[in-house]
């Protein structure tokens, strides 16, 4: 049986599909990580997505045109980006489609000269901590701004 795995640029079109693969992967981090506290990424709405797709790099992977992750990346004044809404659905889970998103924003990175991204991630979320260890991130530093130990991660290109 031949599959088909393509990553490309967002279009307004994809809102209705990012916003399922966000909400299911962030309901498993919700999950996962016993946060109590509503999510920014669980309320959003397709305006908001919409918005996004408009003003940063949002890009979606499918596989046999199934929408299956997706991630967005915000470039910032300083040189450097910001990474958020990175999910996969849950059923697409440890094969490569995470790897694949982050690969591709690190040539769109590099090919803009971007310095550094960062990232914020549940720091006892072990399992993402470890895939973005994985990737060259590194723990910048941690808060507890939104009820739970938030770690900010950063990686940067050389």
Do not use: C
Not at 27 to 44: F, I, N, V
Not at 96 to 120: F, P, R, T, W, Y
Not at 123 to 147: C, E, N, P, Q, V
């Amino acid at each position: 049986m031949d599959y088909s795995f393509i990553i490309r640029k967002a279009t307004l079109e994809d809102a209705q599909a990012i916003q399922t693969i966000t909400q299911e992967a962030f309901k498993k981090y919700k999950e996962d990580t016993g946060l109590k506290e509503s999510m920014e990424a669980l309320e959003e709405t397709l305006d908001d997505i919409r918005y996004d797709i408009e003003n940063k790099e949002v890009f979606v992977a499918f596989i046999d045109n199934i929408p299956v992750g997706s991630i967005r990346v915000q470039m910032l004044p300083d040189n450097s980006a910001y990474i958020s809404r990175f999910g996969v659905r849950l059923a697409y889970h440890n094969i490569g489609i995470g790897k694949a998103l982050m690969n591709l924003v690190d040539k769109l990175l590099m090919s803009k000269g971007v310095k550094k991204v960062s990232l914020h991630t549940a720091a006892k979320y072990k399992d993402l901590i470890r895939f973005y260890y994985g990737r060259g991130f590194y723990i910048d530093s941690t808060t507890k701004d939104r009820g739970y130990i938030r770690a900010l991660l950063v990686k940067e290109y050389i």
